[in-house]
């Protein structure tokens, strides 16, 4: 199983980022699929999630500003990112998980500077 993040950069206060997830060794469709996100100090917490028929979940502090979706002929997941702050600063992970099994990529930094 592989999952390939890109799309992470440097972008200053209030910019957009769009992250992507390339999976592959997973029957994508199936699988329920995740962003994370560690900063440095703390605890990686769950910014977003979308499962195979399509319901969204999004952590508190990113509702409203990001936006997960998944394209499944293309075994991708996305994560837009818009109006981003200093506090959104972080390494980004893509996971995939059905009945149990999950799978975790290499992650993206995200610096968002002020």
């Known amino acids: 199983v592989q999952l390939q993040a890109s799309g992470g950069g440097l972008v200053q206060t209030g910019g957009s980022l769009r992250l992507s997830c390339a999976a592959s060794?997973?029957?994508?469709?199936?699988?329920?699929m995740g962003w994370y996100r560690q900063a440095p100090g703390k605890q990686r917490e769950l910014v977003a999630s979308i499962t195979p028929k399509r319901t969204t979940n999004y952590a508190d502090s990113v509702k409203g500003r990001f936006a997960i979706s998944r394209d499944n002929g293309a075994k991708r997941v996305y994560l837009e990112m818009n109006t981003l702050k200093p506090e959104d600063t972080a390494v980004y992970y893509c996971?995939?998980?059905?009945?149990?099994?999950?799978?975790w990529g290499q992650g993206t930094q995200v610096t968002v500077s002020s």
């Open positions: 060794g997973i029957i994508f469709p199936l699988n329920q």
């Open positions: 996971t995939a998980n059905r009945r149990g099994n999950e799978y």
